[in-house]
Structures are given as C-alpha cells and as structure tokens.
C-alpha cells in the first residue's frame, strides 16, 4: 500500500533530542500547523468543535527498526510493539493534539510532539466514546520512569 | 511512503454492512485474532499486562474517497477529516481494542470492528497517559444519532 501525503506538520522541532516523547507533555504553548494540500482543504469541514484531533504521520527521521528496544520511559528492552518508539517496521506515527482553529487550509494545533517538516496522511477527529478509556491498564508504562522529552537514541545515524 | 503489511487481522466480520462502527459497539464477546508474520514476532514481547492496544490496519475495502460525506452517525454531509468513516484518501484504519492474551505470533484481541483478512501495518500499546481525554469535546459527534452498526454505504461497488 502507498501513503500520499495530504499535508505537512510545522512545529519548533527540528530535532527528536528535546522533543516532547507524547502531546501529553508538550506545553500546551508549544503552537504549530498543519497546512493541507488542495484537493484535501474541502474535507477540514467540521473540524471545528473537536477540541482534539488525530494525526496520522510520517515518521521519517528514525533508524531501522528492531524488534526489542530500551524505550524512552524504561531502561531495559522491551517488545518494539509494547512502546510508541519511533524505529517501527512501518514509521507510522500517531498523536492527539489539541486542535486551536482552522484558518483555510491551516490548522493551528497546540501541545506538538511532531518535528518540523513531517508528512502528514490522515486527519481523525478524538472521540471519548471511541477513544478514551481512562481506566486501562498499561502493562510496563504503568511502572516507567517519568521521562517526558525524546534523546537522540531513535535518530538517524 | 510504501507500508508492508506485519500480519493479518482475522474477525467474524466479512462484510461492512452489520459490523460495529467502533470497537466500543463491539460487543466483547465478538473475539478475533491477529497473525503476526514471522519477522515481527518478537516485537510482540511485553505487549501482556497491556489491556488494551491500537491497531493501524488498510481499510482495503472502502470506496474511493469523497471531501464529504454523510457519517454513520449523522444524517448531513460532513467533511471526511472530522469522521471516522472508511473511505479515506490514504485509507488507514485506527482502531482499539482489547487484548484477551498472547498465544506466540497470534494476540487473541475483543471488542473488533475489522473485517475479516484485513493488513495489519502497526501495533502500539495503548496508555491512558498518552491517550485518553474523556471529557475532550467531539463537535458534530457529541450530538450525533446512536448508530453502532456499518451498513453499505462505503462498500465497494
């Protein structure tokens, strides 16, 4: 299958090191945008009322994956698939970001997580209903260390 | 970007007409599987203790896509980005569900809404750090009718 981008993500970040590792600490100042390509503008309709949204991305600057990694919140190898590392078999990234408005083709988004430049390829709205189960158990991150910001160490060499 | 799928999604679904629009219509009862291709098995490790997980999977049997169209659960045209619905430009499916246990490549999952032999591109642990808003706002959704089953019209022709 072959992803076509629909937009790219502007944000602060040029580099993984000192990127917040989830929107959930980023600072909610930390503004950016999406700018959506044409054919795609139309289906932004309705956008607004959704206080977060999902975005679907390229994750283009990370190594190889490999099947085990020492995730950011941990500091022994676990499972790729039991970590949100950026190094996956197929570098798709998935983050909620507050959705602030929408001018145009441009969606003002706060609480980034995403570097500068990234390929975006598809837009959900967060729905609770569907999307929040506040309660569930997180196996090994329920027991991670508290490390809010990226390294280096899923860089491209 | 070219995606590979990492292993195939098994349900009781066939067809989108009668199948949950979200997991959280499933019923739990409603059980499936996922297979893991052998390359990736090992990245499945320390996925247990995790109760739930997403899956990034190809809607592969959707309609071309439209900027607008009319949601499952609304009765007017929305734009595509601020729905949930199948027919998508870069057709990527999110969906979480519940993880029931690990039998070596196979994750016994609850809770589905994927038909039946659908591409598995990605697996990410879910955590309500990372994920969970419940109280965040869903626009048209909030007042959305309750429609918690798929009928046909994002079938294919």
Partial sequence: MELKPIGLIHSPFK???????????????????????????EALDDLEG?????????LD???????KVIPYRDTVERGLFSTRAPA??????????????????????????????????????????????????AGWLDRGQVTDQADKRFDED
Avoid at 61 to 67: F, S
């Fill in 50 to 58: 959704f206080e977060r949204i999902w975005l679907l991305f390229h």
């Fill in 88 to 137: 996956r078999p197929n570098p798709l990234g998935l983050s909620v970001v507050r959705l602030l408005s929408r001018q145009g083709s441009r969606l003002i988004v706060g609480g980034l997580d995403i570097l500068d430049g990234t390929q975006l390829f598809d837009i959900k709205p967060y729905s609770p209903k569907f999307d929040a189960f506040p309660e569930s158990q």
């Fill in 61 to 67: 600057r990370a190594r190889p994956w490999k099947p």
């Fill in 15 to 41: 580099n993984q090191a000192g990127t917040p590792i989830q929107p959930r600490f980023a600072e909610e100042s930390v503004r950016g945008h999406v700018e959506i390509f044409e054919p795609y503008v």
